[in-house]
C-alpha cells in the first residue's frame, strides 16, 4: 500500500485539485445570475457532442475538438464583466484593506444624512459594494468627485438641477448622480411607501449595494439592505449597521464569498417596516 502511494501521490493529488475546483466552481455558479448562461452552454456542448459521436460527423467533430483548447478565451468573453468587477474587488480583500478609510467613508454618510434630516432634504444614496449599479440604474450623470458632506449636500439640495434622483457612492468617491432607480415590484409594501423609499428597496434587490434614504416630508432615516427595509433608525443605529456591513463583512471577506458575491443577486426577504415610522408618501424618481 505504502509502495502504491509513493507511486501514485500525484495522480491522487491531482484528483483531489480537479474535484475541489469542480466543486467549488459547481457551488459559486449555482443559483446565480451566471447559472442559466453556464447551463445553457453545457447543454448545447452536450448536445453537439453526444450527435457527433453517435452519427460519426467528422467534420463537426473536428471543429468541437478545435473548441475545446478555446473554452478558456470563451469563459472570459462570456463573463469579462463579471470577472473585472471581482479583479476590481481585489482592493476590498484584508490584505489591502483599510479600516480606518472606511470609518472616514461611513462618516460622510452620518454627516451628511445628520444635516439633510434636520433641514427636510430628500436623500438616496446608494453604497456600492461588489455588485455594479450603474448596470441596473437608468440615466444619471457621471460626477466621479471625492465624497464629502459639502459635495452631497450640494447635490442634493432643492434648487441643484441634479438634486432629483439618487447618488452612488464607490468608496471614497461619488461617481453618478441623478440616477433613477428600480422601483421595487412587490405587493405587500404599505400604501404609505414613497417612491424614494421603493426605489431603495428596488435597487437592494437588485445588488448587493447598501441605501441610505432621508424622507424629504418628515426628515426620518431609513437604510434598505438585500430587499429589507428599515426605517426610522437613529444616527446611531445606521452607523452600526453601516459598520457591521461595510468594514466588518470586507474585513472578513473569503474568497469564495468575493467570487460568489460578484455573480450573484439574492432573492429579496420581506421588508421590515416598524410601525413607529411614517415617512408619508416621500415621491422622488
Not at 7 to 16: C, K, M, P, S, Y
Not at 159 to 182: E, K, M, Q, S, Y
Not at 263 to 274: G, H, N, W
Request: with cysteine; charged share 20%; hydrophobic share 50%.
Amino acid at each position: 500500500m505504502l509502495t502504491w502511494l509513493q507511486l501514485n501521490w500525484r495522480t491522487l493529488v491531482e484528483i483531489a485539485l480537479l474535484s475541489v475546483g469542480i466543486y467549488y466552481a459547481i457551488n459559486f455558479v449555482r443559483g446565480t445570475r451566471a447559472a442559466p448562461v453556464v447551463t445553457g452552454f453545457l447543454i448545447v456542448l452536450l448536445a453537439l457532442t453526444l450527435i457527433t459521436v453517435a452519427l460519426e460527423l467528422q467534420v463537426l467533430r473536428t471543429l468541437l475538438l478545435a473548441l475545446f483548447p478555446s473554452l478558456a478565451v470563451i469563459v472570459f468573453v462570456l463573463f469579462q464583466p463579471e470577472l473585472r468587477r471581482m479583479l476590481a474587488q481585489l482592493g476590498n480583500l484584508p490584505l489591502f484593506a483599510n479600516v480606518a478609510e472606511q470609518r472616514e467613508n461611513i462618516e460622510i454618510i452620518i454627516k451628511t444624512v445628520e444635516r439633510l434630516s434636520d433641514v427636510r432634504i430628500g436623500m438616496l444614496v446608494a453604497i456600492e459594494q461588489t455588485v455594479s449599479v450603474q448596470e441596473v440604474v437608468e440615466s444619471g450623470i457621471v460626477v466621479d468627485c471625492e465624497a464629502t458632506p459639502e459635495m452631497l449636500e450640494t447635490i442634493f439640495f432643492p434648487n441643484n438641477a441634479i438634486h432629483d434622483g439618487g447618488v452612488i457612492l464607490r468608496g471614497d468617491r461619488i461617481t453618478h448622480a441623478a440616477c433613477i432607480f428600480p422601483l421595487t415590484q412587490r405587493q405587500d409594501l404599505s400604501k404609505t411607501l414613497g417612491t424614494r423609499h421603493r426605489a431603495a428597496i428596488g435597487l437592494s434587490e437588485e445588488t448587493d449595494a447598501v441605501v441610505v434614504v432621508v424622507s424629504e416630508e418628515s426628515g426620518a432615516v431609513s437604510y434598505a439592505y438585500r430587499g429589507t427595509l428599515v426605517r426610522a433608525v437613529t444616527l446611531e443605529n445606521l452607523r452600526a449597521f453601516l459598520t457591521s456591513v461595510l468594514v466588518k463583512e470586507q474585513g472578513t471577506r473569503t474568497w469564495s464569498d468575493l467570487v460568489r458575491a460578484t455573480f450573484q443577486r439574492r432573492s429579496p426577504p420581506p421588508a421590515r417596516e416598524p410601525p413607529r415610522a411614517n415617512p408619508g408618501s416621500d415621491g422622488v424618481a
